[in-house]
Structures are given as C-alpha cells and as structure tokens.
C-alpha cells in the first residue's frame, strides 16, 4: 500500500490536520504549496477538532491510501491527529523525517490559549518533536465554504522562509490567519493570554437526563496589548506565534527548587 520513498532530491513535506482528510482546508493547503516536493497527506478520516496531543491507545489503527490530489499522497488514518503524524513517518515515510511538517488549514481560530487544545497544532507538536520543521495553519472562520483565498499568500511566504532558512531546534510555528479578502501583513507575535467562559451549555434529554455540550465564549484579557496574536488579527494581520513542545517554566526552576 505505501509507496517506496523516493524523493528525487525534492524536500519532503508531510501535511496533517484536525478537520480530516477531506475537509476544504487541507485540499487548500496542498494546493498552496504543490510544486515545493513530494507532499504527503496522512490525516484523520473524520473531524477531531479539539484533541490535542491525544493518542490512540485502545484500539487498532488503520491506513488507507485514497487518490491522489493535485499531486499529492493521500492517507486516511481512523486516529487522532497525532496518530497521523506519527504513523506518517514510521510508515508512510519509513521511519524518514519530513523537511517539513504542515498542519491545516484549520477551520476556525487556534490564537492564544487554543493551541492547547487544538489537534492541529497536535499534530505540530508531535512533528517538531520527531525534528521536522513543522508549521500549523488556521483561517478564522468555522464555515467550511469559506473561501480561504487570503491565506495563500501567507502558506507562500511563511513555508518558503522555514523552507530556505529553517526553525530553532525545538520550535514550531502557529500561524492564524483572521476571516478576510487580504491580510495586510504578517506580524511574529507572543500569544494573547485569556480564558474561556460559560463552557459548558446544560440540556435535559427526553428521558429527563442532563447533558452538556460544549460551548463558551473566549476573554481576551489584553486586548490592548500590540504584541499579541489577537491584537494583531483583529486588525487584519496574520500572526506567527514560536512555541514549544517542552512547557517547562525554565525562568522558574530556581524559585520553585527553593520550595523543595
């Protein structure tokens, strides 16, 4: 099923996401970047928004190759986004790390606290831990028929900079992208610190049994502040925002050793 893993001397790029295999996003992200190397697509078969690092643990996975599209290697994975990224390149790639790992384009906004939960920036996390440059994507609109025309430029400019220069060791990208016709620039920003509020909306099922479903609105707690990714989307700029799959608080090793 997979195939061998000639490259022609072309960078290899593997592409994920949280949307799945045929969601609009990921088809506009392989266009964007055909003609930069051998794209391979190994994404979940359906939505897993809000995953995260998750894991498939209890269960089999499986990949099925599908047809191509615009040149591009097309797998589906019925896993979580990590899942993909890791199977991706002990499988598909044959234990070869990509030149580069892309994720997206995630339909709706990943600024700010929301990388956290978010499964594209999952699937950036795992592949900046596996030593691929690895860039995530997100357009800030959840209509799937949203035209994501704006983010060309931005997937052009930010791919072919890590493409020629490269990232740090141990940093990726969470590139957003606000609902517009045009950005009017790209900003490298720190991400917004906020929280959300009124997560959870309760409902009583016919049987007279509570149920929840997830909901809630998101409190930018600076929104004055012109260094943040939200600042800058609001006012129709993509954002570029360094992070980091090691969360350790290095600055604050000393303080916390004096409390041991």
């Not at 028929?145 to 220069?165: H, K, T």
């Not at 590139?175 to 009124?198: F, L, Q």
């Amino acid at each position: 099923m997979m195939n061998d893993n000639h490259t022609d001397g072309r960078p290899v790029i593997l592409v994920s996401n949280d949307d799945g295999i045929n969601a609009p996003g990921i088809h506009r992200l392989i266009d964007y970047v055909a003609g930069r190397g051998r794209i391979v697509a190994v994404a979940p078969d359906g939505a897993r928004s809000g995953q995260s690092s998750a894991l498939t643990v209890n269960s089999p996975l499986r990949i099925t190759r599908l047809p191509d599209y615009n040149a591009a290697e097309m797998y589906s994975v019925n896993g979580t986004p990590v899942d993909c990224v890791k199977l991706g390149v002990h499988v598909v790639l044959g234990d070869r790390c990509p030149d580069l790992m892309l994720a997206g384009i995630n339909h709706g906004s990943n600024s700010a606290i929301n990388a956290l939960y978010s499964g594209t920036m999952g699937a950036v996390f795992e592949g900046c831990l596996l030593g691929a440059p690895a860039i995530g994507f997100s357009y800030h609109s959840h209509d799937e028929g949203a035209s994501l025309d704006a983010c060309a430029p931005v997937v052009d400019e930010v791919v072919g900079r890590v493409l020629s220069e490269g990232l740090p060791v141990g940093v990726c990208l969470n590139v957003n992208i606000p609902k517009c016709d045009k950005v009017s620039g790209i900003k490298v920003v720190r991400a917004a610190e906020g929280y959300w509020t009124e997560e959870f909306a309760a409902y009583t099922d016919p049987h007279g049994h509570p149920y929840y479903w997830l909901t809630g609105h998101f409190h930018n707690m600076e929104p004055d502040a012109d260094d943040t990714d939200l600042y800058w989307t609001d006012r129709g700029y993509a954002s570029v925002v360094p992070c980091r799959p090691d969360q350790t608080a290095y600055a604050d090793l000393s303080a916390i050793k004096r409390l041991f």
